[in-house]
Structure formats: structure tokens, C-alpha cells
């Protein structure tokens, strides 16, 4: 078999489709359909289902992209042995991260990789919905992504790689001349009836702002539902409502007053995500290695 028409296949069931597949594999839909086919007519089964409009992998399609995970580790793992007999790693590496975790650690991270001789970091921002973080390993090699502190972990299975990097307390942030500005801590009962700035649904932040409403008894007042952190901080410093912000991001900041939350988990966790074969590269591991080490100095690990 084809390593690369395993590799479409796989693509394809990450994706959803062909013609997600297609932009990622830069290839034409064509390409990837006449691959898959080609692949199906070799192993004598279906491979693949139409869904409406879409399409997806059928029981034999899954087994195989499966077995093309194992084909694709093994020759990243054929490709490190040779290159550890290179002086040092060399290559380019591609990071995304959610948009307040690009403010956390890519300048510092960037600056780290300099340092190293031949690894080049491109980076890039996606802010997606926690369910779309796993896709993205099929463009990247390295996802910084970010959960609820409480939620449930990563779908991708054994395809996926999942690395800790810390934890991160959200805070409540409320105007500087708040009521609750001068406390030490706050609960949930302390914020019932209070307006909200929230992010939209799909996202660990507001995952946390709807356990701190069920602890307080009553569902939290949204008045704005904002996604970049920095207009949210803008918003609560002008006094129009109060809301959750990560405190290593955000702390050190003058315009908003952060204050601890007790009584329910608030918090998020930041992960890196990757493909089992892309984690095999030498120069992916170098800069993973970076990576967590800046997590563990930022307060957590």
C-alpha cells in the first residue's frame, strides 16, 4: 500500500470530507478521491460512506486510517533514527495557538528557538471551539489548545498525542472601583445577579461561567458575549459588566482588578496537541521541549 493514499484516507476521516482533506493535503479533490479509491479497489472493501453531503469513514475506512497511523509513526521514527546522527536538528516547525495562549507563551517561545541553530518556528493564531482543536494537528505540528479545568480530555484517540502544560486560574475581573475590587477572594453566590461579559458557548471559559452559575443558584445575567479577551478587559474597565479572565495573561495588567474565585474550579488547562508521527521528528521534540520548560517557569506543568 500506498504510505500517502493511507495518509489521504486518514485525512479525509480527521476532516469530515474530501475537500476539508484536499486543503490540508494541498491537493485537488480529485486527487484525494481518485487516491481513496485507488486504495479501496486494493483492499477489496468500502472504505467510505456518503452522509448526506458529506462523507465518512465506514468500519473497514476507520481500521484502516488506524493501521495509517501506525505507518506514519514508524517512518517519522525511521526518519529521527537517521537524523540523530545529524550535529543538531534542523527544520521548520509550525505552532498554533488560541489567541489569549499566542499572548502567554509564542513571544517567549520564539525567543527560546532563536537561540537554537537551524529549527525554524511559524506560528499562527486559531481560536476555535474545544471540538476543533484536534483537527488542526493535521495542519500543524504543534496545537496549543485549552480545555475546561474540570472537562473532559482530547477525542483523536491513540492518533493523538496529548501534552500537559499547566494549569491556569481564571479570575473574576471587575472594574478597578468595583465593590468586590478591594477582596481578597470571591464565590460564586457573591456574583449572583451581577452582568456578564462571557465568551460564546464552545469554549472552556464558558464552560466555567456556567458552573459558577450553578453554584450560585442562578444562572449568570450575560449582557455581551465577547471572545477576545483584550475587548473584554476594555469592557469591564469601562464598568459594563464583569467577567473571567486568565490571571498569567491578564494579571499584570492596570486597567481591571483580578480577583481570585473560590467555591467552584476556575481554571483552564493548556495543552499541546500533535500527531504520534509528527511527535516522532527531532526537531518537533526540540521545540516541544522548549515548550514545556516555558509552561513550567509561566506556574505550572
Sequence with gaps: MDPRALETLRTVGSQGGVTAAAAVLHLTPSAVSQQVAQLQREVGVPLTARVGRGLRLTPAGDALAAAAVDVAVALERARAACDEFLARPQGVVRVSAFQSGAQLLLPALLTRVAAIDGITLECTDEDVAQDDFVALTDRMDVVVAHRPDAGVGWAGGAAVRVVPLLREPLDVAVP???????????????????????VREGFP???????????????????H???DFHVVEALVAAGHGVSLLPRYTFGGGARVRLVPL?????????????RRDRAERLVVRRVLDELRALAEQIGGG
Excluded at 471559559?205 to 459558577?212: D, I, Q
Design 176 to 198: 478597578l472601583d468595583h465593590p468586590l475590587a478591594d477582596r481578597t477572594q470571591v464565590r460564586p453566590e457573591d456574583l449572583r445577579d451581577l452582568p456578564w461579559i462571557a
Design 205 to 223: 471559559v464558558a464552560t466555567v461561567l456556567g458552573a459558577v452559575g450553578a453554584r450560585s443558584g442562578a444562572a449568570p445575567r450575560i449582557v
Design 225 to 227: 458575549r465577547v471572545n
Design 262 to 274: 473560590v467555591g467552584v474550579r476556575a481554571g483552564r488547562r493548556i495543552d499541546a496537541l500533535l
